[in-house]
């Protein structure tokens, strides 16, 4: 099959296309290189069947492909924030485009969207039909209410225009290329670490979270788009974990004599969230294999050897364009 991958030199669309590729589609990744790296990519790059196009999908593009993953949009709420306007212009005009392709070619389209659409929920674990607790005007609204308007336009271009649409909810998803300054728990745990400085644990580290490794998370994706199910559908770790156990854990895995530092916590800081997956179990027969500590075991060993090569620490984000900010 031809396969897009919005936002494939990113965390996530880099493994997912791992998994594409091997199974020997023709690829294309398509990026704007924001959050996302070539280097991700790298191995494909010379590949006949694997084509990169450096593109902002807040513009329109033509191409001619059978299904397209849509994963398209920073996920860190650093860099989300960073430029929020950029980000709700992502979610909405980016998704809108990508959906107006799919509309074009007949292709099958599945949005990555977010537990964040529960917002601060008020209800646990939190399943599909929960509708959630969202602050339509703060800071962290670019990003979870666009994924909401994104779920919207998604499902109306469904009932609307005949879209083949699925839609996956993602649960904090973890492990190897994460970039060191994600600004995401794990990520900052385990670089933190590796460098001997304070682990920043933000408010009392009583928030709670689960957190999924990116292996289980692609087979969840990529099952999904396979399968005869819409969605939405949690795609998560029910595993839940304190923020303070989760810095405890990666204190003991890499130097239990690490300092645990308490910082403010941020606005809208959801204090907890674990994904009900039955729907995942019964209409894909998925749920996660990997628990926290061999994924932990991965991801350290990842950030060790970048960490320790010049050439690939790379400190800063690729910025976007100065006239978008
Ligand atoms: P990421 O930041 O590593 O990847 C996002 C990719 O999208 C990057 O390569 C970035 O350069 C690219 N991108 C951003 N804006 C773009 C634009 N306007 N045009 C073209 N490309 C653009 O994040 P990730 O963790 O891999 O997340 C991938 C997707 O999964 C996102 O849509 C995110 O919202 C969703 N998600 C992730 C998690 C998680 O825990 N990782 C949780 C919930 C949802
Ligand atoms: N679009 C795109 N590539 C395509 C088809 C459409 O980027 O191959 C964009 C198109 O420019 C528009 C959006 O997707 O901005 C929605 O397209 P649709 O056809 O649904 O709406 P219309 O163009 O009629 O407004
Ligand atoms: N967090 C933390 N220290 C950090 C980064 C994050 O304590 O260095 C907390 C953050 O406040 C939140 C949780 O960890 O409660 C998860 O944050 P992340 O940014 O990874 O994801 P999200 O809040 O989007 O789930």
Redesign the pocket.
């Known amino acids: 099959m031809r396969i897009l991958v919005?936002?494939?030199?990113?965390?996530?669309?880099s493994h997912l296309i791992d998994r594409l590729m091997v199974e020997g589609h023709q690829v294309i990744c398509?990026?704007?290189?924001?959050?996302?790296h070539k280097r991700n990519i790298l191995k494909w790059l010379n590949h006949p069947y694997f084509d990169l196009i450096r593109?902002?999908?807040?513009e329109p593009i033509r191409l001619e492909v059978d299904q397209i993953y849509h994963?398209?949009?920073?996920?860190?709420p650093v860099?989300y924030q960073y430029n929020p306007v950029?980000t709700i212009k992502?979610n909405v005009m980016?998704t809108l485009n990508m959906l107006g392709l799919a509309k074009r070619v007949k292709a099958r389209f599945l949005l990555?969207?977010?537990?964040?659409v529960y917002g601060d929920p008020e209800v646990h674990p939190q399943s599909e039909e929960y509708r959630g607790n969202v602050n339509p005007i703060g800071i962290r609204s670019c990003?979870d209410e666009g994924?909401r308007v994104a779920e919207t336009l998604a499902f109306d271009y469904h009932r609307q225009n005949d879209v083949q649409i699925r839609v996956a909810r993602?649960?904090?998803?973890?492990g190897p290329r994460?970039?060191e300054n994600d600004g995401?728990v794990v990520s900052n745990f385990v670089v933190q670490a590796l460098r001997g400085i304070p682990l920043t644990v933000y408010g009392d580290g009583s928030q709670t979270r689960s957190f999924c490794y990116v292996s289980d998370l692609v087979e969840g994706l990529m099952r999904l788009m396979n399968s005869d199910h819409l969605g939405p559908v949690n795609l998560g770790n029910p595993e839940e974990y304190t923020i303070l156990q989760l810095a405890q854990t990666v204190q003991q895995m890499i130097n239990p004599d690490l300092e645990i530092q308490f910082k403010p916590l941020p606005q809208d800081d959801p204090r907890r969230r674990r994904p009900d997956i039955t729907r995942a179990r019964e209409w894909l027969g998925w749920q996660p294999t990997l628990p926290l500590k061999e994924g932990l075991r991965e991801t350290i060993e990842d950030f060790r050897a970048r960490l320790s090569n010049p050439e690939t620490s790379l400190l800063e984000p690729v910025a976007p364009p100065v006239a978008d900010r």
């Open positions: 919005t936002g494939g030199a990113g965390f996530i669309g398509l990026d704007n290189f924001y959050t996302g593109h902002d999908i807040t994963l398209a949009c920073p996920a860190s860099h950029k992502t980016g990555a969207s977010t537990s964040e990003y994924k993602i649960f904090n998803t973890y994460m970039l995401r």
